[in-house]
């Protein structure tokens, strides 16, 4: 059974880059039956998906963060990160990392991380 | 940029049925979309519901059912209980290998 572990720091500075670590046991990020993704939820708000990687490193973001959005892997450690930049207050969520089927029945998240709290505040 | 429509909020009574959708802003849902549901409570991750428009998450109780009805995917659950009270959130798979989620339904059954 896979695990998904968010980490990271709670609080961050505005206009300052959000970074946050994903690490999976259980199951290894370069297998390549998997997207691994980064989605968030503000407070009292839906889910929003904002990026994932693949085994190849390539990567894909939501436009609508421009770009602010960096995604990277560390597969020797089954990490993968998600660093945001120039952050304000309406990137304060709860941020979830989950991991996505390319084959078979793909393009949904199956696993998903419990969640981290991050807010955006001086 | 593509918006994915949900009803806000409904209502089902205890043992009723009910169906939430999940429409695109322009166009239709079709299979290709890969519709996918998830359950949510209060401080918890989702739970996956459904996945490929009607495939069943492991776990999930046959009162769950995924489908394209006209335009929309669509999630219905017959034999509403009191833990079906959730937030209720589909994700389609856009053709620019991009997410985007609907803005979610506040189920009450009541």
């Known amino acids: 059974q896979v695990q998904l572990q968010e980490s990271g720091p709670g609080l961050v500075k505005p206009s300052q880059t959000l970074s946050l670590t994903c690490t999976v046991s259980?199951?290894?990020?370069?297998?390549?039956?998997?997207?691994w993704s980064w989605i968030r939820q503000p407070a009292g708000k839906g889910l929003e998906w904002v990026g994932r990687?693949?085994?190849?490193?390539?990567?894909n973001n939501n436009p609508s963060l421009k770009n602010r959005v960096t995604i990277s892997a560390d597969t020797s450690k089954n990490q993968f990160f998600l660093k945001l930049s120039s952050v304000t207050g309406a990137d304060t969520a709860v941020y979830y990392c989950?991991?996505?089927?390319?084959?078979?029945?793909?393009?949904?998240?199956?696993?998903w991380g419990q969640g981290t709290l991050v807010t955006v505040s001086s | 940029q593509t918006v994915v429509t949900q009803e806000p909020s409904l209502s089902v009574s205890p043992g009723g049925t009910v169906t939430l959708t999940c429409g695109l802003s322009?166009?239709?849902?079709?299979?290709?979309?890969?519709p996918s549901w998830y359950q949510q409570t209060p401080g918890q991750a989702p739970r996956t519901l459904i996945y490929?428009?009607?495939v069943r998450s492991s776990g999930v109780p046959d009162r769950f059912s995924g489908s394209i009805l006209g335009n929309k995917a669509a999630l219905t659950i017959t034999g509403a209980q009191a833990g079906d009270e959730s937030d209720y959130y589909c994700?389609?798979?856009?053709?620019?290998?991009?997410?985007?989620f609907g803005g979610g339904t506040k189920l009450t059954v009541l």
């Open positions: 490929s428009t009607n």
């Open positions: 990687i693949y085994t190849s490193g390539r990567t």
């Open positions: 994700v389609l798979y856009m053709d620019n290998a991009i997410w985007v």
């Open positions: 259980g199951g290894s990020i370069s297998s390549g039956s998997y997207y």
């Open positions: 322009s166009g239709s849902v079709s299979i290709g979309y890969y």
């Open positions: 989950a991991r996505a089927p390319v084959i078979g029945a793909p393009y949904y998240f199956d696993d």
